[in-house]
Structures are given as structure tokens and as C-alpha cells.
């Protein structure tokens, strides 16, 4: 049987009193420009590889609070819970290895200039 978004989050208001977080819109964000004007594709990259980082850091986080929640809720949801945790598993070594090839690569390239748009990029 396959359930709906929909009704997800209602089983979720009904069995836990905690009410369902709406549905996210994803929004297109353009790079910015006076950055992305005078960097070399492996700084491109770099950067890309940050941003890649920071958004798996949310990920991991929103599925460590889904597991937590998963375990306090209905036996039908509960069940789940370890399913979750294997989630946030996998997002944290996918996480890990990002950050490994992201030392590779900044090793292999000229690293202060990777440093200087990697510092830009955080701020």
C-alpha cells in the first residue's frame, strides 16, 4: 500500500499532536557573479563541493530529528525509526567522503587560492 505526502503528515498530526511541516518549495538560486567571474573550473568546483557539504549537514540533521520524532510516535511509525537511522547514517559517510575528496582535491590545486574563495563562499 502506498501512502501519500498528504496523508503522512495527517497520520503524524493524528498519532503524535505535532503538526506536519508544510511542503518546501525548492527555489533556483543563481550564482553570484563577482565571485564566479575570475575562478578557475577547480575552484568552481571547490565551491560547489562546499555548498554540496553545508546542504548534507542540513540533510543529516533534518533526518536525525525524523528518527527522533519516528520513535515517539504511533507502533505503525515507530517501526520505522531504524529505517531513519540508516538514513542519517548514509547522509553523514557521503558527508565524510565529500569532505575527504574536497582534501584531495584542494591538495592537488593551488591551495591558497581555493582558501581565498572557499573563505568568500562561507561568509
Do not use: F
Request: one cysteine or more; proline letters at 4%; glycine letters at 0%.
Amino acid at each position: 500500500m502506498k501512502i501519500s505526502r498528504k496523508q503522512i503528515r495527517k497520520i503524524i498530526r493524528e498519532e503524535c499532536g505535532a503538526p506536519a511541516l508544510p511542503h518546501a518549495e525548492l527555489v533556483a538560486v543563481e550564482p553570484q557573479s563577482a565571485i564566479s567571474e575570475n575562478i578557475t573550473p577547480s575552484q568552481e568546483m571547490m565551491i560547489e563541493m562546499a555548498a554540496a557539504k553545508k546542504a548534507l549537514q542540513i540533510v543529516v540533521e533534518s533526518a536525525e530529528n525524523a528518527a527522533i520524532a519516528c520513535v515517539n510516535c504511533s507502533e505503525e511509525i515507530a517501526v520505522h525509526a531504524p529505517v531513519m537511522e540508516a538514513v542519517v547514517a548514509q547522509a553523514e559517510a557521503l558527508k565524510e567522503m565529500l569532505e575527504a575528496q574536497a582534501t584531495v582535491i584542494a591538495e592537488n590545486t593551488e591551495s591558497n587560492a581555493v582558501e581565498t574563495v572557499l573563505d568568500l563562499v562561507s561568509q
